[in-house]
């Protein structure tokens, strides 16, 4: 089955920089890619996601690249504020599965 | 409107007893999921639920776990026999329809003592 791998675990970044985060996928099949934000005892909230006919996709200071030669797909925060400090999830679902398979989050901090 | 609701929201119990949890989807949606999240991991599939389709159970642990969803709406995940690792947060999602985006829910705190 779907194995997804994310990267890095933890990361900090100052105010105002930029994060990336990469995750990984096994199944050539997956064609949908979400990324979810979970801050401190809440739910996970949809921040963007992207389907296997697209490359890019951006949401003012979010964006999402997919490679699927190289089965990778990245989240990219510009201009980071206090508020981005979450843990991210990624996810990856094959068609006729609908299950989504997550990665072990990564926990941002962004340091002021 | 209204999002996907959970109930309770914390469930403490001693090992051996039976629990059961219940999530409220949003309206109109076709598709509920169940998941597990243990502390500080990722989240981990447990069912599926489209319609009048069979469910997929694929990710339930053990024969301890089911769940049921009654009317195409409400979905209760039942836990007998609870066992200390069993303990988690267990989070409930449901999309317009399959492959659709997911929602969740709060999530029902579970501690087996």
């Known amino acids: 089955g779907e194995n997804v791998e994310q990267h890095p675990s933890t990361l900090s970044v100052q105010e105002g920089d930029s994060a990336v985060i990469k995750c990984t996928y096994s199944?050539?099949?997956?064609?949908?890619f979400p990324w979810y934000k979970q801050e401190l005892g809440k739910r996970p909230q949809l921040i963007i996601d992207?389907?296997?006919?697209?490359g890019e996709k951006k949401d003012q200071r979010i964006a999402v690249t997919l490679n699927k030669t190289a089965k990778h797909f990245s989240l990219h925060i510009t201009e980071t504020q206090p508020e981005d400090s979450a843990v991210y999830f990624c996810?990856?679902?094959?068609?006729?599965?609908?299950?989504?398979?997550f990665g072990q989050g990564t926990r941002l901090t962004i340091n002021p | 409107g209204a999002g996907v609701s959970q109930s309770p929201s914390n469930k403490v119990t001693e090992k051996g007893k039976d629990v059961e949890l219940r999530c409220d989807p949003i309206?109109?949606?076709?598709?509920l999921y169940w998941y597990r999240q243990s502390l500080g991991q990722g989240l981990e599939f447990l069912i599926y639920?489209?319609?009048?389709?069979?469910?997929?159970k694929s990710g339930l642990p053990s024969d301890r776990f089911s769940a049921e969803r009654t009317g195409g709406s409400v979905s209760t995940l039942t836990i007998q026999r609870t066992q200390q690792e069993d303990s988690a947060v267990y989070l409930c999602?449901?999309?317009?329809?399959?492959?659709?985006?997911?929602?969740f829910g709060p999530g029902t705190r579970l501690t087996v003592l």
């Open positions: 999602a449901s999309s317009l329809v399959s492959a659709d985006t997911q929602y």
């Open positions: 199944d050539s099949a997956s064609n949908y």
């Open positions: 992207i389907r296997s006919n697209v």
């Open positions: 996810a990856a679902s094959t068609p006729g599965a609908q299950k989504l398979v």
């Open positions: 309206s109109g949606h076709t598709a």
């Open positions: 639920f489209q319609g009048n389709s069979a469910p997929d």
